[in-house]
């Protein structure tokens, strides 16, 4: 959490939805936009909004505080605010209340720099000197998971995008560190992992660090890296049969692994164990890429002469040979498990792993999963076929995460499958009250499924639109969607304004007669939602789509998020039960939904509805010196003050309610859920007695 100093912060009774605030590294410090020294007219919130996305543009970032409170023990003087996931520092705070914000502060925050512990995967050993592998770097604080396209393109700007570079510290042959660059660099486990792909290069003991949002973790020398040493096969050239023995006649040297052109060839030398004689090539460089070095030969004389090199301090090895690796092709779920698509958070599903090359229950060493093929690890693995068939069992899950699988037998491992696993999205079963106060502060108890409580208690989030944020559009949107989806052309129960809206933003057009071609809106964002519907123009749809998934991430970031209690239960496996204490909110029909994990799978949606107002009491009287009207005034004998009693009438924030006399709207002077104060003129030919109505 963290506790912003200033002033004009407002009372503590302003809900979260009327107190926001804004973070970049791209704001400036004491600029105009807002308050200044002498008390200027603070910018509207439209015009942060026009200023996030022109910093957005020039590719920078703005974060927004998930949720602001200010406190009763700091009223006007102090907020605080609940940071979003993020990278980087030297950010600066703007916030804005009731619609006005500030300028930007001056003191900036930053979030925890990187922590580069190890590094895993196909490219951490013995990777071929052609790099484009990839390779993982395990650690903390590397920020949420990097976005990626339908063609799983990465998607971001350098001020959020990870890199990293790698090479030998302390480097006999001169060249300063970091000499590798590694490319595609992309978070695949929420602050823990990330993948990036090998630069070519050659050698080991090559140490790693990585860059994310200006914050560097510094060369970490737990974390090493190698090329496979190189490789010769066979040798041409004069010098290679036949030669004179005053040398200087060329041999080239074929093989694999032997690094880019510039690699350092150390020594290259030939010789025969039998006639106990051994000979220095000269001038030997990289001829070709990977494949093939030039050497001359030395004075000398026999036959049999066999050759060895270093390159890059890696002596060569001679060739070997090798039986193919495993590689997954499919996965089912076996008998009494759930699908592999919806697989229980909880852990415990038995999963039958297809493919090749799996060998016999000796070699077997081990099956691990995740977004990238790591991260958990499958119990109780066996072979269930020879060198075809694994069977594995889930551990506890992340809802709605989809995983790729790793299996490794006799030392090989397979590359990350291109079929996945998933774990079921979250689903809320039941909320019990399904109403209460608008004042809040009543305990909720939401019982569903998938919820991610035997994965970690701590990822479970509460959305709740407690007033009616958005009500006309995407709030509808979602109750339609539900979980389950809808099917191509479905319209069922989509209002009429709704419909139009579908069509215009997610289809790009108007025209219902189009071929039949499946968009899963949300799927990319890792939302549980999936919609189907028409396109013609798979462009046009795309980018329609695209829109879409950002309108509805901004809905979601706006809605309140109301406390989690600290005990949530895991009654049986599968059935779990969070609890939150209601806001304060009002209306009927109030969307609530679960956010789990840094991935943010949502749940289905619930509705939650506020009492109703009622009115227990009206007390007239004519003190109206708060109006501004004296006592001996014409219209203090024309006007009342109405002290209103009663429950439920909300906030007063936003609007949120309206008094009508005679089904005439009336001014009110001041608004809380149980008193509402207003002034009432009336003609002295009225009648006395009148209808209120709140």
């Known amino acids: 959490m963290i506790e912003l100093h200033g002033e004009n912060f407002g009372p503590a009774s302003l809900g979260p939805q009327h107190v926001l605030a804004f973070y970049s590294s791209a704001y400036v410090a004491g600029d105009d936009a807002g308050v200044d020294a002498v008390g200027a007219a603070p910018m509207s919130l439209s015009l942060i909004a026009e200023q996030r996305n022109a910093i957005v543009a020039n590719d920078g970032f703005v974060y927004q505080a998930l949720v602001c409170q200010v406190p009763s023990t700091g009223e006007h003087e102090i907020m605080l605010c609940e940071p979003s996931a993020g990278t980087g520092m030297g950010h600066h705070w703007r916030v804005a209340v009731a619609g006005l914000a500030s300028a930007a502060s001056t003191d900036t925050t930053r979030y925890r720099s990187p922590m580069l512990s190890s590094v895993s995967g196909p490219g951490a050993v013995n990777a071929p000197t052609e790099g484009d592998v990839s390779i993982l770097l395990n650690g903390d604080f590397f920020g949420p998971v990097t976005a990626v396209d339908d063609e799983g393109l990465i998607v971001g700007t350098a001020a959020t995008l990870p890199s990293a570079v790698y090479g030998r510290l302390n480097d006999t042959h001169g060249r300063p560190w970091p000499y590798f660059v590694a490319s595609s660099c992309r978070v695949v486990v929420a602050h823990v992992q990330i993948e990036c792909k090998l630069d070519e290069g050659s050698g080991d003991k090559l140490v790693w660090a990585t860059t994310i949002g200006g914050q560097t973790s510094g060369p970490q020398e737990s974390a090493v890296s190698s090329y496979h040493p190189p490789v010769i096969s066979l040798y041409r ?13 060329i041999v080239d040297i074929e093989g694999r692994n032997f690094g880019p052109i ?32 030039r050497c001359l030969t030395a004075v000398g004389a026999g036959e049999g002469l066999s050759w060895r090199m270093t390159v890059d301090l890696l002596n060569s090895v ?21 699908p592999v698509g919806e697989l229980s958070t909880d852990g415990g599903d038995w999963v039958l792993i297809h493919g090749q090359n799996f060998s016999v229950a000796e070699h077997l060493q081990e099956v691990t999963y995740g977004p990238a093929g790591i991260g958990f690890t499958a119990l109780n693995c066996s072979v269930y076929e020879d060198h075809f068939t694994l069977r594995c069992l889930t551990v506890p899950g992340p809802p709605g995460q989809a995983m790729k699988w790793i299996v490794r037998v006799g030392g090989q491992a397979s590359p990350p499958s291109a079929s996945i696993t998933k774990y079921a999205p979250p689903r809320v079963l039941a909320a019990n ?94 939302y549980p939602f999936a919609l189907s519907a028409y396109s013609g123009d798979q462009d046009a749809a795309d980018a329609a789509r695209s829109n879409a998934e950002a309108t509805l991430k901004e809905w979601v970031a706006g809605l309140q998020r109301p406390r989690v209690a600290d005990e949530r239960i895991l009654q049986h496996r599968g059935l779990h039960q969070v609890d939150f204490v209601l806001p304060e909110g009002f209306g009927t029909d109030r969307e609530l939904f679960l956010s789990i994990g840094q991935s943010a799978a949502l749940s289905n949606v619930a509705l939650v509805d506020f009492v109703a107002p009622e009115i227990l009491n009206i007390a007239p009287d004519r003190r109206l010196e708060q109006f501004g009207i004296a006592a001996d005034s014409l219209d203090a004998q024309t006007s009342l003050r109405l002290i209103i009693e009663g429950t439920n009438f909300c906030n007063g924030d936003g609007g949120c309610g309206a008094v009508r006399i005679d089904g005439l709207p009336i001014d009110s002077w001041s608004w809380s859920h149980s008193e509402i104060v207003v002034l009432y003129r009336k003609d002295p030919s009225e009648d006395a007695s009148r209808e209120h109505t709140v």
């Not at 009616?468 to 052309?489: I, P």
């Not at 215009?504 to 899963?520: C, F, N, T």
Request: aromatic fraction near 6%; charged fraction near 15%.
């Open 318 to 338: 001679s060739p070997t040979t090798s039986y193919s690796p495993p590689l997954i092709t499919a996965f089912e779920s076996d008998s009494g498990s759930l």
């Open 433 to 526: 009250p399904i109403s209460g106060p608008t004042s809040g502060l009543v305990t909720v108890q939401i019982t569903g499924t998938n919820l991610g409580l035997a994965w970690n208690p701590a990822a479970v989030a509460i959305r709740f639109n407690s007033n009616g944020r958005m009500d006309n559009d995407l709030s509808r949107f979602l109750r339609v969607l539900d979980s389950g989806g809808l099917q191509a052309g479905e319209t069922s129960g989509i209002p009429a304004d709704m419909t139009r809206y579908l069509q215009l933003a997610l289809l790009g057009g108007e025209d219902g007669a189009r071929s039949a071609s499946a968009i899963r809106v949300l799927e990319a964002a890792g």
């Open 237 to 249: 050239g004069p010098g290679s049969m036949l030669a004179y023995t005053n040398g200087s006649q």
């Open 262 to 293: 510039g690699t350092p060839v150390d020594r290259a030398v030939y010789g025969s164990e039998e006639l106990d004689v051994e000979f220095d090539a000269t001038e030997c460089f990289v001829l070709t890429a990977h494949e093939l070095v």
